[in-house]
Structures are given as C-alpha cells and as structure tokens.
C-alpha cells in the first residue's frame, strides 16, 4: 500500500530554517505530483507547496514564496521542503500529499489521493 512518512519538523525559533522530508513507497514516485500542506490548530488544511515530476511545475502559496522550497529526488522517492525565515504564523502540522498520474502541480486538498501523518512545527517568537 501507499505510504508517505514525513520527518524533520520540530521547535524552531523566528527566522530560523527547517526542512522537511517525505519518504514515498508503494505508488510510482517519479510519475506523482508530490505537495505539502499545513494545518494550524483551529484552522483548515491549506496548501504550501507542489512539485510535478520533473519539476517544471511547481507552485507555492503566496504566504511562503521566496521563503519555502519544495523539491524531489525521484532516485530516492522523497520529497524535501526546505523553510527559511520562518515565522510563527508558520506554526502547523505539515503533511506531505501525493496526486499519482498528474501532469501538473495542483493546489486543492481534494486533488490528492494520499496523505502522511503529518509533522509538527512550531516557531517560537
């Protein structure tokens, strides 16, 4: 079956970096849009990053561009966002998703067709 394991959160201070991690198996990586999302406690999920398998699609949200980058390595199935500058508004969950079969990135939640457990950051002020 399809699992995807994320790592890499933690505590973190403001303007300090993070990167995440997800490993993928069980669905042929190289061929998936890969993303990542966050919920914040009380919050819906919502969309941070996607990358498509060679990379020419990518997408970010508004909130995290110039800050956050999301990228792959399809020798080793993982999927990377790397956070700079973080704020404290950046405080989530973060979940690694998978759209198998797509062509180009996609931003909604219900595009994606598995999901991680999840990693918890949290930035202090």
């Known amino acids: 079956q399809v699992q995807l394991v994320e790592s890499g959160g933690g505590l973190v201070q403001a303007g300090g970096s993070l990167r995440l991690s997800c490993a993928a198996s069980?669905?042929?990586?190289?061929?998936?849009?890969m993303g990542w999302f966050r919920q914040a406690p009380g919050k819906e999920r919502e969309f941070v990053a996607a990358m498509n398998w060679s990379g020419g699609s990518t997408k970010y949200a508004d909130s995290v561009k110039g800050r956050f980058t999301i990228s792959r390595d399809n020798g080793k199935n993982t999927v990377y966002l790397q956070m700079n500058s973080l704020e404290p508004e950046d405080t989530a969950v973060y979940y690694c998703?998978?759209?198998?079969?797509?062509?180009?990135?996609?931003?909604?939640?219900?595009?994606?067709?598995?999901w991680g457990q999840g990693t918890q950051v949290t930035v202090s002020s």
């Open positions: 069980g669905l042929t990586f190289s061929r998936s849009v």
């Open positions: 998703a998978a759209d198998p079969g797509s062509l180009f990135s996609r931003t909604g939640i219900y595009e994606y067709d598995y």
